[in-house]
């Protein structure tokens, strides 16, 4: 009998010992101070280290015949957020998703604990949200009958940075070679013309929000838009709120605006936190 005890007391303990060293294994392969675990399964975990956070996958899939999708993309950020806590990514995605991580595999994320949405005035809905397995995710919304088409697209700091210089600052400072400048009637309008299309640049402050504006014009084209100089085919707003930076794309999907937005217009698009179901 006492035997028989010794036997399973040390099943148990070599038992116990096993589970802590798959529970040290995976944290151990994380190879970063885990400072906070929002989520882990047998096959990924989701923590913070520092103030960063961060995805990995203990298994990383395999690499899709031909090429990937580069992106995934969920039918809500409820989805979005429940799919990142369970880890529930196919192979696939799960190769996709590390095409920026580290040499261990770990995925800088945004701030999983600080998600936002779109906030609008206009009754839109979310149809889509796309993620690329980086610091930032897309959300497009629209709205029922009409062609109205708006982009949230939030950004981690440094993510933000590199986005505005190459989409903003960069692009404006190419077209000087090509384009003609002038400020016309409003110094704080910077005016980008071809004969094909032109660029309008503007910036807008508003309670501590800081919006650089580009807008985009059709003067003469073979795509079957609407040629206007005065009506814009789409508006980008590169917006800084605080430590927080986002982007919003407003478009017309098949025709473009029937008229100029006003600037009051394009305020009522901002962002607010996002609050997950049931809480």
């Known amino acids: 009998m006492k035997t028989t005890k010794r036997i399973i007391c040390i099943f148990l303990a070599l038992t116990f010992a096993l589970l802590v060293g798959c529970k040290d294994n995976s944290l151990s392969a994380v190879s970063l101070p885990v400072d906070k675990v929002v989520a882990e399964t047998d096959g990924h975990i989701l923590f913070y280290s520092g103030e960063d956070c961060y995805l990995k996958f203990f298994d990383p899939g395999y690499e899709p015949y031909g090429c990937g999708s580069s992106y995934i993309t969920f039918e809500s950020l409820d989805d979005f957020r429940t799919r990142l806590l369970e880890g529930d990514f196919s192979e696939t995605e799960k190769w996709d998703l590390q095409l920026d991580c580290d040499e261990f595999g770990n995925i800088k994320i945004f701030d999983f604990e600080n998600m936002y949405q779109l906030a609008s005035r206009e009754q839109l809905s979310l149809s889509v949200v796309s993620w690329f397995g980086t610091p930032s995710y897309i959300c497009k919304y629209k709205k029922e009958n009409s062609a109205l088409c708006v982009f949230f697209k939030y950004y981690e700091s440094k993510?933000?940075?590199?986005?505005?210089?190459?989409?903003y600052v960069d692009f404006f400072a190419s077209l000087n070679e090509k384009y003609t400048v002038s400020k016309g009637d409003n110094?704080?309008?910077?005016?980008?013309?071809?004969?094909d299309d032109m660029y309008i640049s503007y910036d807008i402050?508003?309670?501590?929000?800081?919006?650089?504006?580009?807008?985009?014009?059709?003067?003469?084209?073979?795509?079957?838009?609407?040629?206007?100089?005065?009506?814009?085919?789409?508006?980008h707003m590169y917006i800084t709120e605080g430590e927080t930076n986002y982007v919003i794309v407003i478009e017309k999907v098949s025709y473009s605006f029937t008229e100029h937005p006003g600037e009051?217009?394009?305020?009522?698009?901002?962002?607010?936190p996002y609050v997950p179901a049931g809480e």
């Open 159 to 167: 993510e933000y940075e590199e986005e505005y210089n190459e989409r």
């Open 187 to 195: 110094p704080n309008k910077t005016e980008y013309r071809s004969d």
């Open 205 to 235: 402050e508003d309670n501590g929000r800081t919006i650089k504006v580009k807008e985009f014009y059709w003067i003469d084209n073979i795509h079957g838009y609407p040629n206007s100089d005065t009506i814009p085919f789409y508006i």
């Open 264 to 272: 009051e217009w394009l305020l009522s698009f901002g962002m607010e």
